[in-house]
Every structure is written in C-alpha cells, then in structure tokens.
C-alpha cells in the first residue's frame, strides 16, 4: 500500500507570492492533517479535514488554507508569503473517526516525507 | 489544554549503550500518546503509540516506552543503540477526538561510534 504522498517535495518562492501544496493521503484514509516544522517553533499544527469538512484549526492566520476533496486527497494554499513562512510543511493522514466514538487505532497518523518551502 | 515537554534537546550516547529519552505530558483528560522519530530531510516514522491497555509497548528497531498515569510520563527506551538511530525524535499527544497531535520540541539522539 502506497504512503502519504506529499508534492512538490522542495519549492522556492519570493515575498507576496502564493503557493499551493497537495497531499494524497494511503488510500482508504478519510483524515487529513497539516503541520508546520520550523527550527524555532518545532512542529506546529495548521488543520484538519475530515470528509471534506475542516474539523479543528491550529492557529494560524487566515493566509494559510486547506481543503479536502471527495477522494480525501488535500491542498493547503498559503497566499501573501512570508520570509517566515519558510518552514518545512507535513502531511498526515489517518482512518479517523467521527468524533466522540471509539477511536483506538483510527487516530493514528502517518505522515508523508513533506514539502519544503522556501521563501526568498 | 494539552502540552508536550521534551526534556532533553540532544543526547549524546556510545554505539550499543542504552538510552532513555524523556517526555513528559500535560492533559486534562484522557490521551493518547505517541513517539515518532524523524531522519534528515524525511517525514515522521511513526515508532510506537499508547493508546490503551498495558502501560508497557514496544515499537519498531527495539524501542519501547512505559506509560505512566501518576507521573504523566511517557519516556522512550532502547536496551542497546545503533549507529542508526541518529535521528530527531518527537513525543506527541492527542485527545482521540481529532487527529490533532501537540507535540514536543524534540530530543535529538547523536549515536558515536
């Protein structure tokens, strides 16, 4: 079974442009998750989507945005970059559940190898 | 709220000596938790979970950590490094009602030979 596919793996942009990343979640995942990974602030979460729904919001500005599709693959789109916006972006997905049931083993997140953003 | 503290930022150990890295967590209600581990420009690898049961589990390439309730602590163990485990690893905690996991700032583990 293929992993979580993350792309592109490396991107450089300037200041004030706008960039999409995509993630492809193990197939038969229904959750989505984004984190940011910067040396200052370690690994910090941006969203979650579950069945085309954002279900929980890190806290993040509004420049930073996702969506989930009907096949569960992801987008998050960050407009407006920022030189502190460099960061490397993570991908999780999970079989997740709704919430409030029994999850055990749902909530399980596996992560894909990340995309690399570079604002210059 | 819930809250991740990594107590140590790099540990430093000898080839086939053994290691414990500490994480301890902060949460009001019941969590599930998770230590992973990250090599050099790769994601995360998911290395074991708590999620309920035996305090004790075992994840992959010999590691395996002890959950304990009263001292809110979740530390990492290996009876005998390698070379190989030199890598970052990250504790992470969830409520298991969201997937969102609130992790810890890391300990990077540097195996000499």
């Known amino acids: 079974k293929a992993g979580v596919t993350q792309t592109p793996r490396y991107l450089i942009k300037t200041r004030g442009q706008q960039v999409t990343l995509s993630c492809s979640p193990i197939s038969g995942h229904r959750s989505v998750s984004w984190y940011q990974q910067t040396p200052g602030q370690g690994l910090q979460f941006l969203f979650e989507y579950f069945s085309e729904t954002q279900r929980n919001k890190g806290n993040f500005p509004g420049r930073f945005s996702g969506r989930q599709f009907s096949n569960s693959r992801s987008e998050m789109n960050v407009s407006t970059l920022e030189l502190g916006d460099s960061a490397l972006y993570l991908c999780a997905s999970s079989l997740a559940s709704l919430a409030g049931t029994n999850v055990l083993a749902k909530n399980i997140q596996y992560f894909g190898a990340g995309t690399r953003l570079s604002v210059l | 709220a819930q809250s991740v503290t990594q107590l140590d930022s790099q540990v430093p150990v000898f080839e086939e000596a053994p290691v414990e890295l500490r994480c301890n967590y902060s949460?009001?209600?019941?969590?599930?938790l998770f230590w992973y581990v990250q090599y050099p420009n790769q994601g995360l690898q998911l290395l074991l979970k708590y999620l309920s049961g035996s305090t004790l589990v075992k994840g992959i390439n010999g590691f395996e950590a002890e959950f304990n309730k009263s001292q809110t602590s979740f530390h990492l163990r290996k009876p005998s490094v390698h070379i190989s485990d030199t890598a970052e690893y990250f504790c992470?905690?969830?409520?298991?009602?969201?997937?969102?996991?609130?992790f810890g700032t890391g300990t990077r583990l540097q195996v000499f030979p």
């Open positions: 992470a905690v969830s409520d298991g009602n969201t997937d969102k996991l609130i």
């Open positions: 949460s009001s209600v019941s969590v599930y």
